[in-house]
């Protein structure tokens, strides 16, 4: 299993407010001894540091937050469902240190697991210095295909055919994916439709999604017209291998077509939150001039990034098609003149299926291996 190390930082200010129904969970009789675990006043207001082992990464714990709640904030695909003590997929196994129980659960450890050191991390908290046993997410396959019902929290419209949707999953029922993957959506009589998913894991029960709108497409046009704010939207999922490797530190080079923009900015997210330090290059092709949607946001990663960096490119939409696959091409071109040698890169692609087998083949030329190139198709988006 992968062990987690948590260390507590400097507490701050004192809370006049108690801590409520918190009780100290021991660890392993086998494991070293118990470090001081802090008060529930300093506990409110403390900063907990992550070191997660053999990787090395770090990241910070809120007061009150459990353990789940901190690693999937931090990007850890901690293995989960039902985030509320009900299923025991969060089990893990203290090894040292102290916790504390938030929240009762129904799932119920026998004796043989409590005396091992068993715990839920969706309801467990950190009293001191950890080093826990717990199993992670090792690729899309492992992700169990889940039935979530959530609500629409915002619909945001940019421009006059593109809506930035956002829906929110149950606390109790929170959909786990990987950054990159789709899913499918339904909506109130029509057949579901395939969209990725452009929100990070790491947003917890918030899933954002891009819908351009197409004249004569029912899905669309319902989103356009008629979808409301605190409507329900079955999702079904998730799918598709576009997914980091996190284990990679290889540089990386994004490309994105149009709203194919969407799995590569969840991607992106994730590996900003893994505070990796490969560069990163990202090329997002829109189909004319101010198409580029979230053109602020990518600017922004590339401002305060030291290693990212972003282009914005054009296509050109409309006929003849001679022309549009000209742009495109020129498009990889100028990536290809960027980045002469690729024998060392990893590539993550969204785009047109005729345009993902044109960048394979170009990239592949100029030393991509095959099995460093992540694509999606512009179907799912």
């Known amino acids: 299993g992968v062990r987690i190390s948590i260390r507590a930082r400097d507490s701050q200010r004192l809370t006049n407010r108690p801590d409520i129904c918190e009780q100290p969970v021991p660890s392993s009789k086998n494991a070293?001894?118990?470090?001081?675990g802090v008060g529930p006043y300093m506990r409110a207001n403390m900063a907990l540091t992550v070191r997660i082992l053999p990787s090395g990464r770090e990241f910070t714990v809120a007061g009150r937050e459990t353990?789940?709640?901190a690693g999937l904030r931090s990007g850890l695909s901690l293995r989960y469902r039902c985030s509320n003590g009900s299923c025991g997929e969060c089990k893990a196994r203290i090894v040292s240190g102290q916790v504390r129980q938030v929240r009762l659960h129904d799932f119920v450890l026998n004796a043989v697991e409590k005396a091992a050191g068993d715990v839920l991390l969706c309801c467990t908290g950190a009293d001191s210095d950890l080093v826990i046993e717990v199993r992670e997410?090792?690729?899309a396959d492992e992700v169990a295909r889940q039935e979530v019902r959530a609500r629409v929290s915002a619909i945001e419209r940019i421009g006059g055919d593109l809506i930035v949707l956002r829906l929110r999953t149950p606390r109790s029922q929170a959909l786990q994916f990987l950054a990159g993957q789709y899913v499918s959506l339904t909506l109130p009589g029509l057949l579901?439709?395939?969209r990725s998913i452009a929100s990070c894991p790491c947003s917890g029960n918030q899933l954002e999604f891009h819908v351009?709108?197409?004249?004569?497409d029912a899905f669309c046009e319902y989103v356009f017209t008629q979808l409301k704010t605190s409507q329900t939207v079955q999702i079904d999922g998730p799918e598709g291998s576009l997914t980091l490797d996190r284990e990679s530190t290889r540089p990386i080079v994004f490309f994105a077509y149009d709203t194919g923009f969407a799995p590569i900015k969840s991607v992106v997210e994730y590996a900003i939150s893994l505070e990796g330090e490969q560069p990163m290059a990202l090329y997002w092709m829109a189909l004319a001039d101010g198409e580029h949607y979230l053109d602020n946001l990518c600017r922004s990663w590339a401002d305060a990034l030291e290693n990212f960096s972003y282009t914005a490119l054009t296509s050109i939409a409309g006929p003849p098609a001679a022309e549009r696959e000209w742009s495109e091409y020129a498009a990889l071109e100028q990536v290809l003149a960027e980045h002469q040698d690729l024998s060392a890169y990893d590539v993550y692609f969204a785009g047109p299926r005729g345009l993902v087998s044109t960048a394979r083949r170009l990239f592949m030329a100029q030393g991509l291996p095959s099995e460093r190139f992540f694509a999606e198709t512009l179907r799912h988006f």
Do not use: C, D, K, N
């Open 32 to 36: 070293p001894a118990l470090q001081t």
């Open 67 to 69: 353990i789940l709640e």
């Open 137 to 139: 997410i090792g690729g």
């Open 192 to 194: 579901p439709r395939y």
């Open 212 to 216: 351009r709108r197409i004249p004569g």
